[in-house]
């Protein structure tokens, strides 16, 4: 059992700037684990304290039972992918994929094999005779990763290994990553900005916020129950929407309509959240309908967002079929399935716990 630990680990750099505050986590052996966040948030501080790259202000790492903080870097047997992926410019990209195998004696035929393997996995077989100092950052980032994957460690550690790569590469390379990720039944912790690597990859995520964890969880539990609204509206695209509301006698009353709701909370201010595919357009007189006025209708190919205007000038998101045809400024009505209101406190952002 290789579980990694982090108890309260917390980095200040020399500056001062508290990078990771607290933060406690638990990662399976095995499992495919996300760090999610934007820009700053603390992601890469984080897996670089796990790599041993950057020492530990306080708090404890631990890799299995070990305690590992003060161990080093090479010691610690986790191959790493970093945002600045160095390889070795006087090595062909075969040299550098071979280095570490070569290095630890596998032999030829077996060398020679998991090469042809990682190669085909990465579109790097084009390449394999040129020199970093003449490939795209792209194909440099494939042959850091590839580099990685021709390890056998405890875990890998990637940070935002997919960044450079055009939207459809990536889009393969997340589905070749989930069936290496099977294949080898080794931890991965991917760190990442976009929600939808989030999302598709991982078998529970990390948001962070401000060096802090906002929430661990599976994908759709993290989608469906955001902790606050900040997770809120760093995950779906577009964001949860959001609107002010009033709880009131076991409804909650918004935008000039009335929901029921079952949130252990007795009244006062929230915040109501619902995301835009929670919202369908209904024929006028429907139960319940949310009263509202069309701002815009963006279609996305398979489907469309329609922009709409609330009662109280709110504007929200909701996603309607490709071929909605309507005009800005014409009315509608919507209808919103209670089940799927999210209440959040107005002044901490936290959700409000359900009955
Ligand atoms: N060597 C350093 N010295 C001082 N501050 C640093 C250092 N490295 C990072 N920071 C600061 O620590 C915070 C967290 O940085 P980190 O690189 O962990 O963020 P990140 O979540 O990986 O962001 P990104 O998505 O942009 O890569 C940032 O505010 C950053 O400016
Ligand atoms: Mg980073």
Not at 67 to 86: C, G, H, I, S, T
Not at 92 to 118: I, Y
Not at 133 to 139: D, K, P, T, V, Y
Request: aromatic share 4%; hydrophobic share 40%; glycine share 10%.
């Amino acid at each position: 059992m290789t579980e990694i630990r982090l108890a309260n680990v917390t980095k200040t750099y020399a500056g001062g700037q508290t990078a990771v505050d607290a933060v406690d986590l638990t990662i399976h052996d095995g499992e495919f684990f996300v760090l999610l966040g934007p820009s700053g948030c603390g992601k890469s501080t984080t897996l670089r304290m796990i790599a041993g790259l950057e020492p530990i202000s306080s708090g404890d790492l631990f890799i299995g039972e070990r305690r590992m903080n003060e161990v080093d870097p090479k010691d610690r047997d986790l191959a790493f992918v970093f945002q600045n992926y160095a390889l070795f410019p006087h090595l062909t990209v075969k040299g550098n994929l071979t280095f570490g195998m070569k290095l630890r004696g596998v032999p030829g035929p077996e060398q020679e094999r998991r090469l042809a393997e990682v190669t085909a996995m990465l579109g790097l077989a084009p390449y394999l005779d040129r020199k970093p100092g003449q490939l795209s950052g792209g194909q440099r980032q494939r042959v850091a990763l590839g580099r990685a994957l021709l390890r056998d460690p405890v875990a890998f550690l990637l940070d935002e290994p997919l960044s450079n790569l055009d939207a459809k590469l990536r889009a393969q390379m997340r589905t070749e990553l989930v069936k290496l990720h099977r294949r080898v039944a080794r931890t991965i912790i991917h760190v990442t900005h976009d929600q939808i690597e989030a999302m598709t990859m991982a078998d529970r995520i990390c948001i962070m916020q401000d060096g802090k964890v906002a929430q661990v969880g599976a994908p759709m539990e993290v989608y469906r129950n955001p902790a606050n609204t900040f997770v809120a509206t760093f995950t779906g695209s577009p964001p949860m929407n959001l609107v002010p509301g009033r709880l009131e006698h076991g409804a909650v009353q918004f935008a000039g309509a009335s929901l029921p709701v079952d949130v252990r909370a007795s009244g006062g201010d929230v915040t109501v959240g619902f995301r835009p595919e929670d919202l369908s357009l209904v024929a006028a007189p429907a139960r319940l309908p949310i009263n509202a006025e069309v701002v815009a209708v963006e279609t996305l190919g398979a489907d469309a967002i329609l922009v709409a205007s609330l009662i109280g000038g709110q504007e929200v998101g909701m996603r309607v079929p490709a071929d909605t045809a309507l005009s800005p400024g014409q009315p509608i009505a919507v209808h919103l399935d209670p089940d799927r209101l999210r209440l959040f406190d107005p002044g901490s952002g936290k959700t409000l716990p359900r009955r």
